[in-house]
Nanobody, 115 residues
Framework: QVQLVESGGGLVQPGGSLRLSCAAS????????MAWYRQAPGKERDLVAT???????YYADAMKGRFTISRDNAKNTVYLQMNSLQPEDTAVYYC?????????WGQGTQVTVSS
């Protein structure tokens, strides 16, 4: 069983940056491909980025060049560095395995981009 706890969200002005963290419990973390997802108000949850066990990454088109996903297997933690944030990035951000597992969803962390 894996429990995921997201943190690092907040209110930021357009053009600003945030770094999200996802702390995982459970020994299987290192064997999982991990991902960040986000859900904006009234919209479906979308994939933001993924990272394999070995560190290979994938980004949704809207995040390329602005977001960076990384992981520290020794700390059982996945990160999302977000730069050049825009109002349309406002959402609740979640981490999960990829493909996502229903029982892994946490509370997420709110990111609000507004002046």
């Amino acid at each position: 069983q894996v429990q995921l706890v997201e943190s690092g969200g907040g209110l930021v002005q357009p053009g600003g940056s945030l770094r999200l963290s996802c702390a995982a419990s459970g020994s299987i973390f290192k064997s999982l491909r991990m991902a960040w997802y986000r859900q904006a108000p009234g919209k479906e949850r979308d994939l933001v980025a993924t990272i394999t066990q070995g560190g290979s990454t994938y980004y949704a088109d809207a995040m390329k060049g602005r977001f960076t996903i990384s992981r520290d297997n020794a700390k059982n933690t996945v990160y999302l560095q977000m730069n050049s944030l825009q109002p349309e990035d406002t959402a609740v951000y979640y981490c999960n395995a990829h493909p996502p597992r229903v029982r892994f969803w946490g509370q997420g962390t709110q990111v609000t981009v507004s002046s």
